[in-house]
Nanobody, 126 residues
Framework: QVQLVDSGGGSVQAGGSLRLSCVASGDTFSSYAMGWFRQPPGKEREFVAAISWSGYTTHYANSVKGRFTISRDNAKKTVYLQMNSLKPDDTALYLC???????????????????WGQGTQVTVSS
């Protein structure tokens, strides 16, 4: 089992940057694929980015491609989401997630996550 703790959210102006972190404890972090999701106010949760267990494979939602970067440090049991050129539409509760199946992300990167962080709020003002 894996416990996830998200942090790094905050309030920024459009065009600014934030780096989110998600620290894992418990089971073997390096055997899990990791993802970031977000839930805007009043909307459904949506996929943002995912990274394979090795860090070799990444996937991004079209809305964040070129602006956000997901990375991981298996020694620190931490996954990061570097967010640049933030827009008001990026305002949401951001949650990290983990899954042990298909850790290489050879199939869908957007589903099947079984462990979730509590979320960290990101607010972008215009």
């Amino acid at each position: 089992q894996v416990q996830l703790v998200d942090s790094g959210g905050g309030s920024v102006q459009a065009g600014g940057s934030l780096r989110l972190s998600c620290v894992a404890s418990g089971d073997t972090f390096s055997s899990y694929a990791m993802g970031w999701f977000r839930q805007p106010p009043g909307k459904e949760r949506e996929f943002v980015a995912a990274i394979s267990w090795s860090g070799y494979t990444t996937h991004y939602a079209n809305s964040v491609k070129g602006r956000f970067t997901i990375s991981r440090d298996n020694a620190k049991k931490t996954v990061y989401l570097q967010m640049n050129s933030l827009k008001p539409d990026d305002t949401a509760l951001y949650l990290c997630a983990a899954r042990s199946w298909d850790a290489d992300l050879t199939r869908s990167a957007r589903s099947g996550y079984i462990y979730w962080g509590q979320g960290t709020q990101v607010t972008v003002s215009s």
